[in-house]
């Protein structure tokens, strides 16, 4: 988290070899051109949820909507273990909040546990399932996109 937050995101595919060297995690590429990340945490899944814009073509910086990766082993069909995962979410969060400084900005219980941290270059979320914790770097203008998107579906309920 440190790292997303002093990074200097340009929010594009430019950015991960510097990211992901600072943070030590391993960038590939694949044949088709497709971007994976896998993160050093010693989760049972370590890859990264990387969610790019539409490429034009082969080797053109995408745009960076979201990284998305787990800080706790995923575990099925096993809701003995939510106490474990509140453990996890509390400490992760605990730790988010004294990395960035200030308080989470939005939370949500159902159906979900999350936090939301929202810092000037970047959305922070912490979010826990039935079956594992994640966290998520947004850029910004993502998650004003989507939360105009929120706020347009309010909308049409009322």
Not at 9 to 33: H, I, K, V
Not at 100 to 110: A, E, K, N
Not at 122 to 131: E, F, I
Request: glycine residues 6%.
């Amino acid at each position: 988290m440190r790292v997303a937050n002093e990074f200097n995101w340009t929010w594009t595919s430019d950015d991960l070899p510097a990211f992901c060297e600072r943070t030590g995690w391993q960038l590939t590429e694949n044949e088709r051109g497709e971007l994976t990340l896998a993160t050093n945490l010693e989760v049972n899944r370590g890859d990264v949820w990387l969610s790019l814009g539409d490429g034009i073509e082969r080797g053109a910086a995408r745009v960076i909507n979201r990284i998305a990766f787990r800080v706790s082993d995923v575990v099925l069909d096993r809701p003995d273990l939510r106490p474990e995962f509140d453990k996890v979410f509390d400490a992760i969060a605990q730790r988010v909040f004294e990395v960035l400084g200030q308080r989470p900005t939005r939370w949500w219980v159902d159906p979900s546990r999350g936090l939301r941290w929202d810092m000037p270059n970047l959305v922070v979320t912490t979010t826990m399932t039935v079956s594992s914790v994640y966290v998520h770097i947004i850029s910004p203008a993502h998650q004003r996109w989507n939360d105009e998107n929120d706020a347009s579906l309010e909308r049409g309920n009322d």
